[in-house]
């Protein structure tokens, strides 16, 4: 089949990036390896900053795909060639697919917080990662410990697996902090009469209304923050987990109970990221994540004319940034294939 | 009981289970702005008697804040009212009021 | 508690243990605190399992005691312990088994030091060389008495009269682990199980029919350290670091204290003692401690040792009502004679800890 872009990654940004091209007048195949487009905003609930299902996104985003795409599920590629300006991808047990251009969308994956063994995730029953809790609001399930009791504490903890030298990860996963501040209010939202605790280092709260979001949780919500990391978690004999860390700001170390534990995991580049980038070619950086050609002028582009990078697999972003960076890189996409006639 | 030249000593950490909270839930309930803060020490940087003795306006808030309540009435002594923290704080912490506060509260609290 | 967190753990955190041959170098001070770990250890791995190992009369201190309260120099300390590889090399051995967990760390400390830096092994040769005219071959294989008993807990298990159950409920026995800090600490990789849950002794308590409890405190040090303890003005920080961890391990009621290093267990029975005298505190039942045993005294045990043999006369913390428990016989009023019979003497009795 011979199709003028191939869109590998079926997330939001290999979503939008495939609607945009589309409607800007390309003929698109979309590939993606798991039975449902959507990737990782499928298992969300609800969305920072505003709260919005992320059902609606994802809705848009489909809708937005005109039927001319050609969507491939289950595909796993397993190489690319390249012959003068066209481009093979050849997929396992299905015809290989052709383009004139190559848009990786392949994202990120959830960093395994069993590495963390300190915090006990996968042995102590009532520690939960914040993957695990928005699927238990998506799927309109309760907060209760492992006994099936309603907490009274619950405890969030900050930079897991990221800004670590120990699991080799030293950067920072970006919207893992208001995301922490987004479920923190959630949470009292069903449980009003529970103490919720964020463990932080910094409190990233880059983007538009991030930081009025802190401040209603502070102060609407109660929600207490603690400056200090989680050092290690022991489980007490009701399996309720004992926390340790510092409270920096008095300087004192500090310790409590608390019934439910959240760890907030960063990203890790995907294994498809680092699969076609080495089918490819292409260059990693020191934090491996995919480089683009220039990060302030042309990061949607790679040093391989006709190969462009959009979405996570460049480092840790938000979803509002993903869908504003897939339509960036469609218009690079159009700009090439319009001067190779 | 024997002594053996040494004393067994204390755990200094803050233990959020044991400590009260009471002052610091009378207080937010008086008046929620204290939930503000966010620890950046501008009332501490401006303060007038913490340029002079040794007093950490910032500490003793966040002190209030983990249910330590116990240093507080002899630190809030050291208050001169000048309300300089009020005027900077940029999450609008009402700090001198909350200075005030702190001694009725000490007060009903016992 | 998800146990199968925990065994994926354990198995990413495996060693290699040698399997026979091996050369034996001893604590400094474990044979005055525990006189009959060490000999106990030896006489299990002659009579039970058949092994060579060998010590060399003319061995020293590896100098970790005086390593980590600063006395002694690294480079002193690394030509020590040339010296001990030397010792090992001209007796014909690979095989190095330690006794104390410092030690442990130690060496390894020193061969990890040169394997990145061959040129301070050069330099250690020299020094070797020239005090003593010695040479020496790095051991193929370092392993701690522990990991060597954890080995071959299967056949001590086979080979035992008793399991570690209480013989009157019928229930295993609950009892706590404790690693000495230089054993996984320093070197993750280096101990079975790794640093946060290390498996080397809960390996030996499930094997033998014991259940190991987590309790909250159970990752913290008991404070033995060196330099802290050395000056008594410091000590109320070490027996701080114990009394932590008993008050935190008393609500699960462990039958008993297992250790693998020769400070932690004289710590933890010894404070157990001074607790008592400074604060009239008790953590084991009806006034007794909680009984702290070394790997060795729990593997005599279920071999059917004498206990007396095994030297727990001399714990502060009488080990009777464990003996009880587990239904090993003892002859209580044989205690305090020694090997002819002579009386040794009785120490007097604590003011709060029980004592028989």
Sequence with gaps: MSREVIVIGGGIAGITAASSLSESGSRVTLLEKEKYIGGHVKKWDRLFPSFRPANEVLDWAEKSMSSDIEVLKEATITSIKREGDKFTVYIQNDEPVTGKAIVLATGYELFDARKKEEYGYGIYDNVLTSADLEAIFREGKKIVTADGKTPRRVGIVHCVGSRDEKVGNLYCSKVCCVTGVKQAIEIKQVLPGTDVYGFYMDLRMFDRHFEELYFEAQQKWGINFIRGRVSECAENEDRSILIKTEDTLTGKPLKMTVDVLILLVGFIPSVETNKLASMLGLQTGDDGFLLSMDEHTQDNNTAIPGVFLTGALKGPTSIINSIADARSTALQVQVYLKSIG | MKQFGYTILEDRSIDIDRNDQRIREFLSLNDPSINACIGCGSCTATCTAGHFVDFNIRRVHTFLRRGEAHLLKEEIQKCMFCGKCQLICPRGVNMRNLIISINSAIERMG | ?356
């Design chain 3, 1 to 356: 508690m998800k146990i199968e967190g925990k065994r994926r753990i354990w198995k990413e955190y495996q060693k290699e243990i040698a399997g026979d041959h091996y050369f034996y170098v001893r604590s400094c001070v474990r044979q005055n605190f525990f006189p009959g770990s060490e000999k106990t250890f030896l006489r299990i791995l002659k009579e039970v399992l058949d092994k060579d190992i060998y010590e060399n009369p003319s061995h020293t201190t590896c100098s970790g005691i005086g390593y980590h309260s600063d006395i002694v120099r690294f480079e002193t300390s690394m030509t020590m312990v040339a010296r001990q590889f030397a010792l090992m090399t001209e007796a014909g051995y690979k095989n190095l088994a330690t006794s104390c967990i410092t030690s442990f760390g130690l060496y390894t400390e020193i061969l990890e030091t040169w394997h990145h830096f061959p040129e301070v092994e050069e330099r250690v040769r020299k020094h070797l060389k020239n005090a003593t005219g010695r040479e020496f071959e790095v051991p193929d294989n370092l392993s701690h008495a522990s990991d060597i008993i954890y080995k071959f807990r299967n056949e001590i298990a086979s080979k035992g009269k008793l399991r570690l159950i209480n013989h009157i409920t019928g229930k295993p026995l609950r009892a706590v682990e404790h690693i000495g800090c230089h054993y996984s600490r320093m070197f993750p990789i280096k101990g079975i199980g790794g640093a946060e849950y290390p498996y080397v002794l809960t390996g030996m308590i499930e094997e033998w029919g014991g259940e190991v409890i987590d309790y909250p405190e159970r990752r913290h040090c008991c404070g033995f350290g060196f330099r802290q303890y050395l000056i008594q003005a410091n000590r109320g920080y070490s027996i701080a670091c114990s009394k932590k961890k008993f008050d935190s391990m008393r609500p699960y009621k462990p039958d008993f204290i297992l250790t693998n290093c020769p400070g932690c267990p004289m710590f933890l029975d010894r404070w157990q003692y001074a607790i008592s005298e400074m604060e009239g505190i008790t953590y084991g039942e009806n006034g007794f401690g909680i009984p702290v045993l070394t790997y060795e005294e729990l593997a005599g045990m279920i071999l059917g040792y004498n206990p007396w043999d095994l030297g727990l006369q001399v714990h502060q913390v009488p080990v009777e009502p464990l003996l009880d428990k587990i239904g090993i016989p003892y002859d209580q009023s044989s205690k305090f004679l020694g090997k002819d019979g002579k009386f040794i003497g009785k120490p007097a009795s604590p003011a709060f800890l029980k004592f028989l």
